[in-house]
C-alpha cells in the first residue's frame, strides 16, 4: 500500500515565524502535491511537483515556497506565517499525472 | 475556466439505504478525469471511484458507482446500502488530460453525509 506521511498532526505557530510542512511518500511516485483545505472551499492547489528539484505554481503559491531535494520528500515552507494561512494542509502523491493521488493524513496548522 | 460544484452542503441517509451525492463540472477540455474522494473526521483522504470521460459505461467499485452525464456534465456518486462507516465528508474532483495536462485536481467545496441508525 502507498503510504504517504505528514510530520505532524496538529501544529500552533506564531504570525512571522517561519514554518515548514514535511511530506514522505515511500511508493516512488513522480508527482507530489501539497493543498489547503478551507470549510466551504474544498481543497484548494498550493505547489505541486514533477520530479526532483523542480516545482510548479497551483492556484494559490502566494506566501508559500516548496523543495524538493529527494524524491520521496515534498516540504512546504511558510516563510513568514500569517493568521490567515490557519488551514488543514494535505500532501499528495500520484506514480504519473495520469495516476489517481494518494493523500496523507493532513497537518492541521494555526497561527496565532 | 474548469470548476467543480457539489451543491449539497450537507446529507442524511438512513442505515442501508441507497444515496446520491451530486456533483457537476464546467470544463472546455474533450479529454478529462473524474474523482470521488472520502474523508472521514480522521482527515485522511481516501480515492474511491474514477471515470474517465471517454468511458462508456458508468464506473463502479463495490457499493460505490459514478452516475456519469457527459451531456449534462454531472458525474453524481451513488452509495449503495449506506453504512454508518460512510458517515464522512465527500469531495468529487477532477483533472483535464489535454495540453495542459499538470496532473492537478479541481476539487468541488465538499458533501458531508451522515448515516444515521
Known amino acids: 500500500d502507498v503510504k504517504v506521511t505528514q510530520s505532524s498532526r496538529y501544529l500552533v505557530k506564531r504570525t512571522g515565524e517561519k514554518v515548514f510542512l514535511e511530506c514522505v511518500q515511500d511508493m516512488d511516485h513522480e508527482n507530489m502535491f501539497w493543498y489547503r483545505q478551507d470549510p466551504g472551499l474544498g481543497l484548494r492547489l498550493i505547489y505541486f511537483?514533477?520530479?526532483?528539484?523542480?516545482?510548479e505554481k497551483g492556484d494559490i503559491p502566494e506566501g508559500y515556497s516548496v523543495s524538493r531535494e529527494k524524491k520521496e520528500r515534498f516540504s512546504l515552507i511558510l516563510e513568514s506565517a500569517s493568521t490567515n494561512q490557519t488551514s488543514m494542509y494535505l500532501c499528495?502523491?500520484?506514480?504519473?499525472?495520469?495516476?489517481?493521488?494518494?493523500f496523507g493524513p493532513g497537518t492541521r496548522l494555526t497561527v496565532l | 475556466a474548469q470548476k467543480i460544484t457539489q451543491t449539497q452542503p450537507g446529507m442524511f441517509v438512513q442505515e442501508k439505504e441507497a444515496v446520491t451525492l451530486d456533483c457537476t463540472y464546467d470544463?472546455?477540455?474533450?479529454?478529462?478525469?473524474l474523482f470521488w474522494y472520502k474523508q472521514p473526521s480522521s482527515g485522511e483522504m481516501i480515492f474511491l471511484i474514477y471515470?474517465?470521460?471517454?468511458?462508456?459505461q458508468n464506473a463502479t467499485e463495490g457499493r460505490y458507482s459514478l452516475n456519469f452525464q457527459k451531456a449534462r456534465k454531472s458525474a453524481n456518486l451513488v452509495i449503495s446500502a449506506s453504512q454508518l462507516g460512510d458517515s464522512a465528508m465527500y469531495f468529487c474532483a477532477m483533472r483535464e488530460f489535454g495540453s495542459s495536462n499538470t496532473g492537478k485536481l479541481i476539487f468541488g467545496q465538499g458533501t458531508t453525509l451522515q448515516v444515521k441508525p
Open positions: 511537483s514533477y520530479d526532483v528539484k523542480m516545482k
Open positions: 471515470q474517465g470521460s471517454y468511458d462508456e
Open positions: 499528495a502523491s500520484s506514480l504519473t499525472r495520469d495516476n489517481e493521488q494518494f
Open positions: 470544463t472546455s477540455d474533450q479529454s478529462y478525469g
